[in-house]
T-cell receptor
């Protein structure tokens, strides 16, 4: 069955430092993968998405993610974190069918310290 | 302006009472979803719909009903609310040709 694991419940980084949020997926076949961000007291917003093709995908606000089939991973990266990036980040995998049901990970809380 | 709106944004309900959470979208999307968010569990799919007057069970449908009277509206109904249904509920919509979900701002439900 499809599943997503985000091993880090919380990540703390200094403003200006680089960031990596980890995501491991389980999926039989070629997955469609997503990163969503949830800012405080808001709904989720799409950050970036991977459809089969170039393994490195660019998202909004300087975020990017790299798909690795061999490692079953889709890690999120950013070169320089800003205080406004303080949020919860969710990785998700789609069944890839017409129904497009998403299976979400538990989320990673990003804390940015000055 | 917001394309997916939920109401109420927060609610306190008594155990055994009936709760209706409403969702309205102006995206002209066929697909609509109700997710539940609990700390440590991410989002889990309760019910979804791909056409008006039809709903489908998601991964955790027990204790919930759904209603899709029109393309724009999708409701989640708790006939007998229980303590375990305290959570934040998110509605989302999706167009037929894509996988991107567009979320509402959430409805925080506390059952006492």
């Amino acid at each position: 069955a499809q599943s997503v694991t985000q091993p880090d419940a919380r990540v703390t980084v200094s403003e200006g430092a680089s960031l990596q949020l980890r995501c491991k997926y389980s999926y039989f076949g070629t997955p469609y993968l997503f990163w969503y961000v949830q800012y405080p007291r808001q709904g989720l917003q799409l950050l970036l998405k991977y459809y089969p093709g170039d393994p490195v995908v660019q998202g909004v606000n300087g975020f990017e993610a790299e798909f690795s089939k061999s490692n079953s991973s889709f890690h999120l990266r950013k070169a320089s974190v800003h205080w406004s990036d303080w949020a919860v980040y969710f990785c998700a995998v789609s069944e890839g069918s017409a129904l497009g049901r998403l299976h979400f990970g538990a989320g990673t809380q990003l804390i940015v310290i000055p | 302006e917001a394309a997916v709106t939920q109401s109420p944004r927060s609610k306190v309900a008594v155990t055994g009472g009936k709760v209706t959470l409403s969702c309205h979208q102006t995206n002209n999307h066929d697909y609509m979803y109700w997710y539940r968010q609990d700390t440590g569990h991410g989002l889990r799919l309760i019910h979804y719909s791909y056409v008006a007057d039809s709903t489908e069970k998601g991964d955790i449908p027990d204790g919930y009903k759904a209603s899709r009277p029109s393309q724009e509206n999708f409701s989640l109904i708790l006939e007998l609310a229980s303590l375990s249904q305290t959570a934040v509920y998110f509605c989302a919509s999706r167009q037929d040709s894509g996988n991107t979900l567009y979320f509402g701002e959430g409805s925080r439900l506390i059952v006492v």
